[in-house]
Each structure stands twice: as structure tokens, then as C-alpha cells.
């Protein structure tokens, strides 16, 4: 698994990328002052407040992971964190800072990529940390209640004897909250399965950017009362209020779970393996992973595990990670050898060949593989991350014209770009284009975009499949909105927070 203790390193100041979060968005706002820091000392106790300001005078050091995102991109200047323990305590501060008008930025895991969750200036950062308590679990409706900053795995280990799981699972896992997963509206390894958080969502309790608390924490699966709100603010990042509690629906847990990682000896075998695999697999698919050779191949360089020996992935220019859950272990099992076996006797295999999981250890081990692309990019160099949604089809096109972009720019070297590598979720068209550099520089900055998301605009694809807007992606929200749809989310933005407060230069132009 990979967890995100990076998350929590103390990172050295450093240039911000992608500093594309307009001027005007900090028009009337104000840094917090000592008298702030006074105020807030009344609504929490001395240890739940961080702050470089008289009379707390924090080390600056403290203040670092929650300024710096953890691949060490985007650095903000907050001079104060505040850690409330409930939605009370988060509704009196947010109605200060709009009274005051200081702009917050609700934090969680800060594990995003898209610097959604880090400040852009000095706002004050609202950190969900110490909220992390269940509420409630009903284990015949399946539906949990939980404060927003409870951590995923957490809920996960809560719900395993239970027999529930969160229907989400990301790399991140170990480090993500609740709230900041509903805010960015994370998509993860199994949405193929579960489908996206707008669906298993049930309600959301919300502090608005004036103080008042919105409570929808309903628990009915069916509800068609009226406007449904609590969309708005599933995949807003924290422009609309913060997300302080979760009812969410919990998925029955698989009996049985099992996956095999199949090489193919070309891309073009991809989309007939799906079909093939759907067809066969039917009920019991859960994930259908894709990754191209060279990330499996940096995976394996820096330590995430290796599925097959250097002699069977000889020829093989993509790998697929196939998992399968179900009720019944014996049905389950009989379903995925009668697959391998027809693709492997087939006239014109899709495959080279595969390795199917035989234990715990094993199925966890496969899994590494995959949830550890994102930490093997980032040991390789700078990564210019790219999350997209595109045609199936058109997956190995982007990598390749991407790379023909750089090369043209004489960009394509070790001293620049060493790697364009491609991998994502087969089942949703969610495709991340990695560009590991030696160094992040405007060179490579400008030979990338807008081309990236020029070529995404002529698939009629999105720019952001699964990781938000956050500051990096502002300025190309065109390229996924037409321009009627953006004012109307400038009108909802400004109907919400007329003065601007909540994070601030983020998903707006």
C-alpha cells in the first residue's frame, strides 16, 4: 500500500509550478492578525492551534506540511492552523474568518496532486485531522456516518468485522480523509465496481461560508425531495463550505477476492481483453488496471514488487491488472481459470502470459504494484501528473503524441524529460499521463500546456478525470467547460460565498 507519510515531511521552500490561481480571487481579503489568533483562542484549546503570530510563536518548521502538498510542488505562506474537534468549533471560526474576511483552506490528508489543499498565500489552513470519529453504522442498511477527517483506512479496519467496506479505494488510503475524498470527488481503483462517490453518498453536514451549518446528514437511499445540495459540494475542493460530516453507503465486503496481472504483447490488445474479460467475468469484475511497460518497469527499479520474472515479460509492451470479487471463492475461481485458460489457448492470444494470485500475501503483492506507480514516478524525478479522461482507445495515442511534443521541443533527454509514461482505470477511461523530468522548468512547462489539455479538448475528454481543479488546472477549465458553464459556476460560487473566503484560487478561473 502505499501510504503517504510523505505527506508529513518538512519540504524546503522551493519555486511554486503552475502558479496559474488568479490575482483577483485575493481582492478584500485579509491576513489573520494577533487579535484573530485572540479570538480564536476562544473557541479552541492552546493545542489545537498553530500559529508563527504572538503569543503562540509556533516554529515555522511545524507549520511546513500543512504549506507544502506532499510531492512538494505548491507552498503556501499560512502563518496559522487551526485543528477544530467539531462542527461547531469549525462554524465559529469560519463565521469569524467571514466576518473578517481571511481566506480558509479546509485541509484533510493533503494528499491531492492538484495543490487543492495547500494555501496559495496566507490563508488560514482548517485542518479536519481532529475530527475522526464514527458516528454511527447500521450493518443492515450498510449506511455509516462518520466525522470528515476520519482517515479511509481507517474507516476501512472499522467497518472489516462488520463486513462492510467504504466503496472507495485509493493509494493513498492510509493518509486520505473522508471529507477531502467527497470534496475532490476521488474516484480510486474500484469505481469500476462502486461507482463514484455522487452515487454512494448519502448526505453531508456542511459549515457554509458564513457559519451556519447545513445538516444533511440523511441516511434514506431514496429521497426525492427537491433540489439534492449535497451534490454541490461533492467534488467543490472547499470552495463552497467545508465538509465536516459523511453518510455514506458501505458495500457488502467480497467473500472471495483474487486478481491475476496478465502481460499483453501490445496496447491494441487492451479493449478486446476488456470486452473479453466483462463477458466471462461478468458480476465479479471489481478492477480492470492498466499500466504501460515503462511505469512497470520504474515500479519494479524502485522497489514495489516485481509480477513477473525478467524472462516473462520479454515482448510485452503493456500489463493489466484483473481483480475479481464475489461471494463464493470455488464460483469465483472457476470464472478466472476458465478465462486464462481461453486466453491462453486461443488461436490469437491476447496475452503473453500472467500470474494469478494464490494467497493473501500474493493478491496484496499485485496490488502493491499498482497503488505504487504514483511513489515510483516521484523517486524517478519531477512528474508533471496529467489526470484525464479519454477514449479507451486513444490511452497509448496520448502518451505517444505527448512524447512526440517533447521530442520535437528537443525536450526528450535524461537531462529533461526522461520518461512519458501512461497507466490508469481501464474501466472509467481515467487515464494518468506521467511526465518524469530531471527538473521542473518552464521549458517543459510550456512544451506541455496548453498541448496536453488541447489534445484532451479534441477527444472531448476532461482535464481532470479523478484529482479536482485545485490551483494547477484553473486556468485550463475551458478545455472541459464551455463558457456558459463556467459562469453558472461563478453565479453558485458567489451565491455560496459572496466574500470569497473559502479556498480561494481554486477550480475558478
Given at each position: 500500500?502505499?501510504?503517504?507519510?510523505?505527506?508529513?515531511?518538512?519540504?524546503?521552500?522551493?519555486?511554486?509550478?503552475?502558479?496559474?490561481?488568479?490575482?483577483?480571487?485575493?481582492?478584500?481579503?485579509?491576513?489573520?492578525?494577533?487579535?484573530?489568533?485572540?479570538?480564536?483562542?476562544?473557541?479552541?484549546?492552546?493545542?489545537?492551534?498553530?500559529?508563527?503570530?504572538?503569543?503562540?510563536?509556533?516554529?515555522?518548521?511545524?507549520?511546513?506540511?500543512?504549506?507544502?502538498?506532499?510531492?512538494?510542488?505548491?507552498?503556501?505562506?499560512?502563518?496559522?492552523?487551526?485543528?477544530?474537534?467539531?462542527?461547531?468549533?469549525?462554524?465559529?471560526?469560519?463565521?469569524?474568518?467571514?466576518?473578517?474576511?481571511?481566506?480558509?483552506?479546509?485541509?484533510?490528508?493533503?494528499?491531492?496532486?492538484?495543490?487543492?489543499?495547500?494555501?496559495?498565500?496566507?490563508?488560514?489552513?482548517?485542518?479536519?485531522?481532529?475530527?475522526?470519529k464514527v458516528r454511527?453504522?447500521?450493518?443492515?442498511?450498510?449506511?455509516?456516518?462518520?466525522?470528515?477527517?476520519?482517515?479511509?483506512?481507517?474507516?476501512?479496519?472499522?467497518?472489516?468485522?462488520?463486513?462492510?467496506?467504504?466503496?472507495?479505494?485509493?493509494?493513498?488510503?492510509?493518509?486520505?480523509?473522508?471529507?477531502?475524498?467527497?470534496?475532490?470527488?476521488?474516484?480510486?481503483?474500484?469505481?469500476?465496481?462502486?461507482g463514484s462517490l455522487?452515487?454512494?453518498?448519502?448526505?453531508?453536514?456542511v459549515v457554509l461560508?458564513?457559519?451556519?451549518?447545513?445538516?444533511?446528514?440523511?441516511?434514506?437511499?431514496?429521497?426525492?425531495?427537491?433540489?439534492?445540495?449535497?451534490?454541490?459540494?461533492?467534488?467543490?475542493?472547499?470552495?463552497?463550505?467545508?465538509?465536516?460530516?459523511?453518510?455514506?453507503?458501505?458495500?457488502?465486503?467480497?467473500?472471495?477476492?483474487?486478481?491475476?496481472?496478465?502481460?499483453?504483447?501490445?496496447?491494441?490488445?487492451?479493449?478486446?481483453?476488456?470486452?473479453?474479460?466483462?463477458?466471462?467475468?461478468?458480476?465479479?469484475?471489481?478492477?480492470?488496471?492498466?499500466?504501460?511497460?515503462?511505469?512497470?518497469?520504474?515500479?519494479?527499479?524502485?522497489?514495489?514488487?516485481?509480477?513477473?520474472?525478467?524472462?516473462?515479460?520479454?515482448?510485452?509492451?503493456?500489463?493489466?491488472?484483473?481483480?475479481?470479487?464475489?461471494?463464493?471463492?470455488?464460483?469465483?475461481?472457476?470464472?478466472?481459470?476458465?478465462?486464462?485458460?481461453?486466453?491462453?489457448?486461443?488461436?490469437?492470444?491476447?496475452?503473453?502470459?500472467?500470474?494469478?494470485?494464490?494467497?493473501?500475501?500474493?493478491?496484496?503483492?499485485?496490488?502493491?504494484?499498482?497503488?505504487?506507480?504514483?511513489?515510483?514516478?516521484?523517486?524517478?524525478?519531477?512528474?508533471?501528473?496529467?489526470?484525464?479522461?479519454?477514449?479507451?482507445?486513444?490511452?497509448?495515442?496520448?502518451?505517444?503524441?505527448?512524447?512526440?511534443?517533447?521530442?520535437?521541443?528537443?525536450?526528450?533527454?535524461?537531462?529533461?524529460?526522461?520518461?512519458?509514461?501512461?497507466?490508469?482505470?481501464?474501466?472509467?477511461?481515467?487515464?494518468?499521463?506521467?511526465?518524469?523530468?530531471?527538473?521542473?522548468?518552464?521549458?517543459?512547462?510550456?512544451?506541455?500546456?496548453?498541448?496536453?489539455?488541447?489534445?484532451?479538448?479534441?477527444?472531448?475528454?476532461?482535464?481532470?478525470?479523478?484529482?479536482?481543479?485545485?490551483?494547477?488546472?484553473?486556468?485550463?477549465?475551458?478545455?472541459?467547460?464551455?463558457?456558459?458553464?463556467?459562469?453558472?459556476?461563478?453565479?453558485?460560487?458567489?451565491?455560496?460565498?459572496?466574500?470569497?473566503?473559502?479556498?480561494?484560487?481554486?477550480?475558478?478561473?
Amino acid at each position: 500500500m502505499l501510504s503517504r507519510q510523505l505527506a508529513r515531511r518538512v519540504f524546503l521552500r522551493a519555486p511554486r509550478r503552475w502558479a496559474h490561481s488568479p490575482a483577483a480571487a485575493f481582492n478584500g481579503l485579509n491576513s489573520v492578525t494577533e487579535d484573530d489568533l485572540a479570538h480564536f483562542a476562544k473557541i479552541l484549546p492552546s493545542s489545537a492551534i498553530l500559529s508563527t503570530l504572538s503569543p503562540s510563536a509556533t516554529p515555522p518548521a511545524e507549520l511546513e506540511p500543512f504549506n507544502n502538498d506532499w510531492m512538494n510542488k505548491y507552498h503556501g505562506r499560512a502563518t496559522t492552523v487551526l485543528k477544530p474537534r467539531t462542527t461547531q468549533e469549525v462554524s465559529e471560526i469560519v463565521k469569524w474568518c467571514n466576518q473578517r474576511r481571511i481566506g480558509i483552506v479546509p485541509q484533510g490528508g493533503n494528499t491531492g496532486l492538484v495543490g487543492g489543499s495547500v494555501p496559495v498565500r496566507d490563508e488560514v489552513v482548517l485542518s479536519l485531522a481532529n475530527m475522526s470519529k464514527v458516528r454511527a453504522f447500521d450493518d443492515v442498511s450498510g449506511i455509516l456516518v462518520a466525522d470528515a477527517g476520519c482517515i479511509l483506512q481507517s474507516l476501512t479496519d472499522y467497518l472489516a468485522p462488520h463486513n462492510h467496506i467504504v466503496p472507495l479505494d485509493l493509494g493513498a488510503k492510509g493518509s486520505c480523509q473522508i471529507g477531502g475524498n467527497v470534496s475532490t470527488n476521488a474516484g480510486g481503483l474500484r469505481l469500476l465496481r462502486y461507482g463514484s462517490l455522487h452515487g454512494s453518498v448519502l448526505g453531508l453536514e456542511v459549515v457554509l461560508p458564513d457559519g451556519t451549518i447545513l445538516d444533511q446528514l440523511t441516511s434514506p437511499r431514496k429521497d426525492n425531495t427537491g433540489y439534492d445540495l449535497k451534490q454541490l459540494f461533492i467534488g467543490a475542493e472547499g470552495t463552497l463550505g467545508v465538509v465536516t460530516g459523511v453518510s455514506i453507503l458501505a458495500a457488502p465486503a467480497p467473500q472471495a477476492s483474487n486478481n491475476v496481472m496478465l502481460a499483453l504483447p501490445k496496447f491494441e490488445n487492451v479493449l478486446p481483453l476488456y470486452k473479453e474479460t466483462k463477458r466471462q467475468l461478468s458480476e465479479i469484475l471489481s478492477a480492470f488496471e492498466y499500466m504501460d511497460r515503462t511505469v512497470y518497469d520504474l515500479a519494479v527499479k524502485h522497489g514495489q514488487g516485481r509480477a513477473l520474472d525478467p524472462s516473462e515479460v520479454e515482448g510485452a509492451e503493456c500489463f493489466v491488472l484483473v481483480e475479481t470479487s464475489g461471494g463464493k471463492r470455488e464460483h469465483d475461481e472457476e470464472k478466472l481459470n476458465n478465462l486464462l485458460e481461453s486466453l491462453l489457448e486461443a488461436d490469437q492470444p491476447l496475452i503473453n502470459t500472467g500470474v494469478l494470485a494464490t494467497s493473501p500475501a500474493q493478491f496484496s503483492a499485485l496490488w502493491a504494484i499498482r497503488e505504487g506507480l504514483t511513489e515510483a514516478v516521484s523517486k524517478e524525478g519531477k512528474a508533471y501528473k496529467y489526470d484525464i479522461s479519454v477514449p479507451l482507445h486513444k490511452f497509448q495515442e496520448v502518451v505517444d503524441r505527448t512524447k512526440e511534443q517533447l521530442r520535437q521541443k528537443g525536450l526528450l533527454h535524461e537531462n529533461a524529460v526522461k520518461h512519458v509514461v501512461g497507466y490508469g482505470h481501464v474501466g472509467d477511461g481515467n487515464l494518468h499521463l506521467n511526465v518524469v523530468a530531471a527538473a521542473y522548468t518552464p521549458e517543459i512547462e510550456a512544451a506541455l500546456e496548453p498541448f496536453v489539455y488541447e489534445l484532451v479538448s479534441s477527444y472531448k475528454g476532461s482535464i481532470s478525470a479523478e484529482h479536482g481543479i485545485g490551483v494547477m488546472k484553473t486556468h485550463a477549465l475551458q478545455y472541459s467547460k464551455s463558457p456558459i458553464s463556467i459562469e453558472w459556476m461563478k453565479k453558485i460560487k458567489a451565491l455560496f460565498d459572496p466574500n470569497g473566503i473559502m479556498n480561494p484560487g481554486k477550480v475558478l478561473p
